[in-house]
């Protein structure tokens, strides 16, 4: 049967190859350590769980709730901004509430996108991103470019060489996978290009509050003017250990925000109530907690770089963000990021994700999440370090997947 238009236009999906050779590891036994989805596995703070307990008690809170988001959160959200980029919104018109960033990325795509509208998006980048739009009708031009004096000149290309002029300019930074960090001065040069251009800016910061140097990454919206032009999305998944309580918000332009509330109202009634009255309470809260989460990344990477350096791979040090961008051995690069992965499940025991995945250009490199303890860290070294000195002796041995089938 053929497939439906909408999802002829969407590749195979490489992270699903590598999840199903996990799970077939795993159903013979081996011990997986499993780097590969950014799915912390921290445990959400007691006193927002305590927070969340207390609040489905009251069964008037089970009833639909605000797509919007409640005032209270919204409030909460719009203080958490004051208080950390010093970026006044006003809740009621420049915050709505989303399950997640990634389904916020994706209905402001269904909100403001026609047929063939033209978005310039970096590559490698989140998935989301680029097919949010692919989905909603539009036409993704990629860029291959980091945050430095490059950017803009890329930019001015892909404007020039886009049929219709692109609509929107997709940013993330701290950036999923790359772990690349913008700075203020950065934006204040996008900032000014787009409202030159006349272009919308969707910033993904989501990982806004994940960083190891003492500098934390700022907002788009920090930049005077930006909210003319300018929606930022961010997640509490991360931030406070909430993956799978959907929770996320997008920020900016009311114009954007109202079409994108629009949008919403028609798709769902918003998160639980209890789970968003213990989102304001998280946002509320002294941050503690994201200092907690913080600190327990950042031993992570120290543990990942150091002994996966000591084992033979050397990983550059990611500045912020939950993952590093890892090259992939120059021994193995020519198998490209798939292979090499597949290779790594069966003869490491580690799972990590493809570059390809990410986008093309992101072929040279495989994302290794900081999902797993300092010791099942250290084990994934240990078996990485066995399986590179086996390849060194013998190198025919190893060869990739899909030779064996």
Not at 26 to 37: E, H, T, V
Not at 186 to 194: G, S, T
Not at 207 to 216: C, M
Request: charged letters at 20%.
């Amino acid at each position: 049967m053929e497939e439906f238009h909408k999802v002829r236009r969407l590749p195979p999906y490489v992270f699903e190859q590598v999840n199903r050779l996990k799970a077939s590891a795993r159903s013979r036994g081996a011990d997986i350590i499993d780097l590969g989805m950014g799915n912390p596995d921290l445990p959400t703070p007691k006193a927002i769980v305590d927070k969340l307990c207390e609040v489905v008690r009251d069964p008037r809170t089970h009833r639909y709730s605000s797509s919007r988001g409640i005032p209270g959160l919204r409030r909460a959200q719009a203080n958490y901004y004051a208080r950390r980029f010093g970026v006044k919104l006003n809740p009621d018109t420049q915050v709505v509430a989303t399950l997640g960033s990634k389904e916020g990325f994706a209905n402001m795509a269904q909100a403001i996108t026609a047929p063939g509208d033209v978005v310039l998006c970096p590559n490698p980048t989140y998935p989301i991103h680029a097919f949010g739009f692919i989905m909603s009708g539009g036409v993704i031009r990629s860029l291959q470019v980091e945050p430095d004096d490059g950017f803009i000149p890329a930019v001015e290309r892909g404007i020039r060489h886009s049929i219709p002029k692109p609509l929107a300019l997709i940013l993330n930074y701290p950036s999923n996978p790359t772990a690349l960090v913008a700075s203020l001065d950065f934006y204040k040069d996008v900032v000014a290009f787009a409202k030159k251009n006349d272009i919308i800016i969707l910033s993904d910061l989501a990982y806004s509050e994940i960083y190891f140097d003492g500098n934390p990454p700022p907002s788009v919206l920090q930049v005077p003017g930006a909210m003319d032009v300018c929606v930022e999305f961010t997640s509490m998944s991360k931030t406070f250990s909430m993956p799978g309580w959907r929770m996320g918000f997008a920020v900016g332009n009311e114009r954007l925000i109202s079409a994108l509330t629009r949008v919403k109202s028609y798709l769902d009634y918003g998160a639980f109530t209890p789970i968003q009255v213990a989102a304001a309470y998280a946002l509320n809260g002294d941050g503690a907690d994201i200092e907690e989460v913080r600190e327990v990344y950042h031993k992570r990477r120290d543990v990942m770089v150091d002994s996966f350096s000591r084992a033979g791979w050397t990983i550059p040090a990611p500045a912020a963000s939950m993952f590093a961008w890892a090259p992939i051995p120059e021994q193995f690069r020519h198998l490209g990021s798939l292979e090499f992965s597949k290779l790594l499940i069966e003869h490491a025991d580690v799972a990590v994700a493809p570059g390809i995945g990410f986008g093309e250009h992101g072929d040279d490199y495989v994302r290794v999440a900081l999902v797993e303890n300092e010791h099942r860290i250290r084990q994934a070294a240990r078996n990485i370090k066995k399986f590179l000195a086996t390849t060194a002796k013998q190198p025919n041995n190893v060869v990739p997947l899909a030779a064996h089938r």
